[in-house]
């Protein structure tokens, strides 16, 4: 099967996500919290099953990790990677900076990767070996000479505990200009060349498995807090920087 065929897919999925969300928000919507005290709403599990409904019929051999429904077949050599709303706290705060994120990863290597905001009506396209398109037109990240004339994002300094902390706080002390709170969306503002660096901690494999063929494919670099590539496999640390001298300051920082 081509990656066109998967590309195909992963736009269907977010199509249908999507229509699932907008219907949602800014209304009067239950909101619960699971285990770890995060939000969820119908929104969130609506736009879920949609998906996972759209991957069972047309691959249902293919692996699916999913925020709210959990893991199958992860061991498949295909694997779908899927978040219906990352940032569910935007979205319930009525702040249209949330998104969906579907990524595709082939033994554990994500190699497709979409970042679709459904109000906005946003969506960035990152494939291997392509380059990443917003709204179908071409998607570059910027040059930027250092940590010292960078923006860098992150979506709340609370995901920074232990070590971490102090590791983070050496790149925000150095940068240029330091933001927080638009979660998935900052990763495709690298993308476009308005962001240079987003840093982060505690994510789950659903939260940065798109990011890694979208900033590639838009020249930049996605790895870990020890500069591995991203994959399903990452702890959760990530580092998102357009220009590979911002990202070589910034890891040297994290690592202290």
């Not at 069972?56 to 199958?72: L, S, T």
């Not at 009506?121 to 380059?131: K, L, Q």
């Not at 659903?206 to 807090?225: K, Q």
């Amino acid at each position: 099967m081509s990656l066109d065929a998967y590309l195909a897919l992963a736009s269907e999925l977010a199509d249908a996500a999507g229509a699932a969300i907008r219907p949602y928000f800014r209304t009067a919507l239950a909101v619960d919290d699971k285990a770890d005290l995060s939000p969820v709403t119908a929104a969130d599990r609506a736009a879920e099953q949609a998906m996972r409904r759209l991957i069972a019929a047309r691959f249902p051999q293919h692996g699916i990790i999913g925020e709210e429904y959990g893991r199958e077949r992860e061991d498949a050599e295909f694997v779908w990677v899927l978040d219906p709303i990352d940032g569910t706290k935007s979205f319930i705060s009525g702040v249209p900076l949330f998104g969906t994120l579907i990524a595709l990863a082939q033994r554990g290597k994500p190699i497709l990767g979409i970042i679709d905001q459904p109000i906005s009506r946003e969506r960035w396209i990152g494939a291997a070996g392509r380059a990443t398109t917003h709204n179908g037109a071409a998607a570059r990240c910027r040059a930027c000479s250092g940590i010292a004339a960078a923006t860098v994002f992150a979506t709340t300094p609370d995901m920074f505990k232990g070590p971490d902390a102090p590791a983070f706080a050496r790149v925000a002390g150095a940068a240029k200009l330091v933001r927080y709170g638009a979660d998935c969306y900052a990763y495709g503002l690298v993308a476009l060349g308005f962001v240079d660096v987003v840093v982060e901690a505690e994510l789950k494999t659903y939260d940065f498995g798109a990011m890694l063929p979208i900033i590639e494919g838009a020249g930049g670099i996605a790895t870990d807090w020890q500069g591995a590539p991203l994959g399903l496999s990452s702890d959760g640390r990530v580092l998102i920087a357009g220009d590979k001298r911002t990202h070589s300051d910034a890891l040297a920082l994290l690592r202290g």
